[in-house]
């Protein structure tokens, strides 16, 4: 492998810049962060264009095939083995500000015996904070890097699967909220609202996190090869996969929630409805004898009593007396 240039600026000098970025021309050298430790080197590119795609093209000897799945945006995730290197397509689950949901981000691996080339589409905190940290903790960085590439790598996606875990824990308390919400009055907008977003997160997270499994269980297969042969890290990779089916449980668990919040939802919706529809037929019953009493003695021909305004009030009272009688009646059936 050829020597490898130093990075020409650092992360939080790009995030300055961002202000100024769109006046600024075309940048003429590829934005490529590197760390060199024992026998080891750590290449972070993210989100590359064109020129990082040259420059990994110039520097490295990986299959065409593979650099343009750098540029390729829906990958889904793989393994390809090759006898030098292996290429490793994962996604992660990501928060979009722009959006205000949870979207998949792609992280693009190339490991070799003295290299580790991590390719994220979008910023990956937990890629992020490892790689700062070891370019600022020397005793950190010594301690991944003389364990070989493949405790690198572990470390890389061990960290992005336990990223999950606060993601899933908000989805949690977002789900004990909305059913804190489903029995408080006036907020049956914003319950519908709220479960609707909650279960798009859910779908969003599913889709990234179920097409995973074949592929962790092909790196358990292959990792030996990127491993000091001293070193005995079975129960690492494994303990990637238990974190993988840990979180594919909380996902259908959360499933099973948001369904059964949604039909509690709407039982309770429902139930409303009936109360409303229960209390409108019970006045239509009662105004009803009334409004006959009313029409009867309202008719343009001759009836008892007309003329007499005594008989006013004893039709007034006779309809008092039916009203409260219904009351009554509906109060002890219950239907009031």
Known sequence: M?????????????????STALTEPKPTEPDVEIIDGPGLRWVNIESPTPLEWSWLQEHFDFHALDLED??????????????????IVLHFPVYDSEVGRLNGGE??????????????????????????????????????????SGYLLYRIVDDSFDYCFPMLRKIGNK????????????????????????????????????????????????????????????????????????????????????????????SVLNHRVNEILRVLTSISVIVLPLTLIASIWGMNVGVPGEGDSGDFFVVIALMVVILIGMLTYFRKRDWL
């Open 2 to 18: 050829r020597n490898l240039p130093k990075p020409r600026r650092r992360r939080s000098d790009r995030s300055r810049e961002l």
């Open 70 to 87: 750098v540029l390729s945006r829906n990958q889904r995730p793989k393994i390809d083995e090759y006898p030098d290197y292996l290429f």
């Open 107 to 148: 992280l693009d691996i190339f490991v070799g015996p003295d290299f580790v080339v991590t390719i994220p589409n979008k910023p990956l905190p937990p890629v992020e904070y490892l790689f700062e940290r070891c370019r600022q903790e020397e005793e950190l960085r010594d301690k991944l890097f003389n364990r070989g």
């Open 175 to 266: 789900l004990d909220v909305i059913e804190d919400d489903i029995f408080v009055e006036g907020r049956s907008h914003e319950v519908v609202r709220d479960i609707s977003e909650v279960k798009q997160e859910i779908i969003n997270f599913r889709k990234v996190i179920r097409p995973q499994r074949p592929v962790l269980r092909d790196l358990e297969n292959v990792k030996q090869r990127f491993l000091a042969p001293e070193m005995d890290l079975e129960i690492y990779f494994d303990d990637i996969v238990d974190a993988h089916e840990r979180i594919w449980d909380m996902l259908e668990n959360y499933k099973e929630m948001v369904e059964a919040l949604e039909d509690t939802n709407e």
